[in-house]
């Protein structure tokens, strides 16, 4: 039987969605439904987490999201008040997700060191770790000073990784990348939790091709914009539809103009979680470009609304789309274009198998399968650390 804990999730901030922000709060609803203590610890919180998440407690730190650059000129300050907040914080597992609330979780544990740690790492401290990731930072003030302090920053994020307990991964890339870097094996690999809805196939799909995520440079939806180009040639009436917002939007609506797609590409921005199932239920495919993606959660979404996938050959995707079964996994831009050719021109009866095949592949990411995984391993250290 599973006894009661007290967790402390930890997380930048909550003022708009996103696949982490979304793992950390079905993550604390689950766990708090199974009866443990559960408060998210984060800077800011807007109303619209809040009104959407009533039964979550939020407590803010009332400090600046971290995506400002006053948040990094004065951390060290940002940190005692993080510090002292912590420290209201008795007999429980401090539960931080991405960056840089892993390194409040590590920071407070230096100096408290009865403090016990589990890090749930969707990546290694990406903007530390992956030069792509800083590359894509939007303010050119914070990239430069990620790129001349990156030795000093990777230094500190491998010696404060020690402080952990223990170390979860979200996919096996991720542990992959995680034991390169620091050197260590993580404790376990629990993917993150998504409601899988039993739905049947559908029958009427409309003829658009959908991606779904921030847009920005890492998400390379650039790429997609011009293979679509080519793929419309055999495709007449066919339309790509974005669904997302961020930094790349305008370079992305002017690459359409310049394409000539005006006609052909949809950008609808920010959409409910009705819209989105609605669009991932009539879409015919599901496009993914980005590289070495840690873990997400669009194809998984995508495969539950019955509808086929193609991703890039690396990372999450590469575990979670059968390749040939569920959709396809691309390596280049030319097979990109030939897979989504060859996914609009299937025959009706390869394409509902392939939809059948879909719906039995995204039962093993249900979230009942997750939490079970990590109440069985928080429970594991609450009790080794003496938590209680």
Not at 24 to 51: D, M, N, T, Y
């Amino acid at each position: 039987m599973i006894e009661q804990m007290k967790i402390i999730f930890l997380f930048p901030h909550f003022l708009s969605p996103g696949g982490a922000a979304n793992v950390v709060l079905q993550f604390a609803g689950a766990l708090q439904s199974g009866g443990h203590q559960v408060e998210i610890c984060c800077a800011k919180v807007s109303k619209e987490f809040r009104e959407t998440n009533p039964g979550i407690q939020f407590n803010e730190l009332k400090i600046p999201a971290s995506n400002s650059i006053v948040y990094w000129l004065f951390f060290p300050f940002w940190q005692l008040k993080i510090n002292r907040r912590l420290n209201a914080y008795k007999n429980c597992i401090l539960f931080p997700h991405v960056l840089p609330s892993n390194w409040w979780a590590w920071m407070y544990k230096k100096t408290h060191k009865q403090a016990g740690i589990v890090w749930y790492c969707h990546e290694p401290s990406a903007f530390i770790h992956s030069t792509t990731w800083i590359d894509a930072i939007p303010v050119k003030l914070m990239k430069w000073g990620a790129k001349l302090s990156n030795p000093i920053l990777k230094r500190m994020d491998i010696t404060l990784e020690k402080e952990n307990d223990a170390v979860i991964c979200n996919s096996y890339f991720t542990k992959g990348q995680y034991e390169r870097i620091y050197h260590r094996v993580a404790n376990d690999v629990i993917y993150p939790p998504i409601t899988v809805k039993k739905l049947l196939p559908e029958l009427n799909k409309e003829n658009y091709i959908l991606t779904v995520g921030r847009l920005s440079r890492f998400k390379n939806v650039d790429l997609l914009i011009k293979s679509f180009k080519t793929v419309l040639n055999d495709w007449r009436g066919g339309r790509l539809i974005i669904v997302g917002e961020g930094e790349e939007k305008i370079n992305l609506e002017q690459l359409t103009v310049r394409l000539g797609l005006e006609d052909h590409v949809c950008f609808k921005g920010k959409v409910n979680d009705e819209q989105l199932a609605d669009l991932y239920q009539k879409s015919k495919l599901t496009v993914i470009c980005s590289r070495d993606e840690p873990f997400g959660l669009v194809p998984i979404e995508s495969m539950m609304h019955s509808t086929p996938v193609v991703a890039h050959n690396s990372g999450g995707p590469k575990e979670t789309v059968d390749h040939n079964v569920t959709g396809f996994l691309y390596n280049d831009e030319k097979e990109l274009i030939q897979f989504a050719k060859d996914v609009i021109a299937m025959d009706s009866d390869k394409y509902f198998k392939m939809q059948q095949a879909c719906l039995e592949q995204v039962v093993r990411y249900d979230i009942s399968n997750s939490i079970i995984q990590l109440e069985s391993v928080l429970q594991k250290f609450t009790s080794e650390l003496q938590i209680n």
